[in-house]
């Protein structure tokens, strides 16, 4: 397995009086799509926010590449989590709908003043992975489809190269054809060695992508392993999840 780029030791999330995650541990690895599953409510969510810290841990430590990051010895503000190289593309998209697809990815783009500023190989490398988002350039966000708004997100996110990318459930809500849009787009990610954290209940998707897999359950992680391993044993899969992948096409 490559080393870990990302790790979380004993991560605890208090959100108010709730207490949301219970000494959460697991890691990336660089390079490799980590599947983080479980029912829902189990955590992920909130894990994902607080590895970005838009939530801050409690207790335990949120490492990144050999630094802390989140926890009780330290908690980085958000912006400054972003400028390591980690961005979050969160289940509501974060896409600003009176804008068109141009002005979102220009935001986005925090080296940029203007469009012509932006690092043109790097936007063909995105028409490349979602053409659709050349094709609506000049659309307002708001109009485009679900399957569209998503993948100006993951654009969104991608515009400045990035080392960590955290994603909150791509699939939900779209068409099966626009799922494996986004299933081919992912792997021709994987090819430029960034490290994706994913939270996702299609079990094909997750089945497609990951290298290695995270199962939570009442902000816990109950199983670590390889993605293959799971994806290969129904009796595990109903155990953790209570569903079966083969069930899932």
């Known amino acids: 397995m490559s080393a870990a780029i990302l790790q979380l030791q004993g991560v605890h999330t208090h959100i108010g009086a709730y207490h949301i995650l219970h000494g959460v541990d697991f890691e990336a690895p660089t390079g490799q799509v980590t599947m983080l599953l479980g029912r829902n409510g189990a955590g992920k969510t909130t894990t994902l926010r607080t590895i970005m ?85 000049l659309y307002p966000a708001g109009k485009l489809s679900g399957g569209q708004k998503q993948m100006l997100a993951i654009c969104r996110a991608l515009v400045e190269p990035r080392r960590l990318l955290l994603i909150d459930e791509p699939s939900k809500g779209l068409a099966p054809a626009i799922v494996q849009n986004l299933i081919a787009a992912l792997r021709e990610l994987k090819r430029t060695q960034t490290t994706v954290l994913l939270v996702e209940q299609n079990f094909a998707m997750a089945r497609a992508l990951g290298d290695q897999v995270a199962v939570m359950d009442d902000g816990r992680v109950v199983h670590r392993g390889a993605m293959a391993e799971l994806a290969g044993d129904e009796a595990l899969q109903h155990k953790l999840l209570g569903l079966s992948l083969g069930a899932h096409q």
């Open 53 to 137: 810290g838009l939530w801050a841990a409690s207790r335990g430590q949120v490492v990144f590449d050999g630094q802390a990051i989140g926890g009780d010895k330290a908690q980085r503000r958000t912006p400054d989590i972003a400028q390591l190289g980690i961005a979050y593309v969160p289940e509501n998209m974060g896409i600003f709908s009176d804008l068109t697809v141009r002005e979102n990815l220009l935001l986005a783009a925090r080296d940029a003043r203007t469009v012509e500023q932006m690092d043109t190989q790097r936007l063909e490398w995105l028409f490349g992975l979602f053409p659709a988002i050349r094709k609506f350039w």
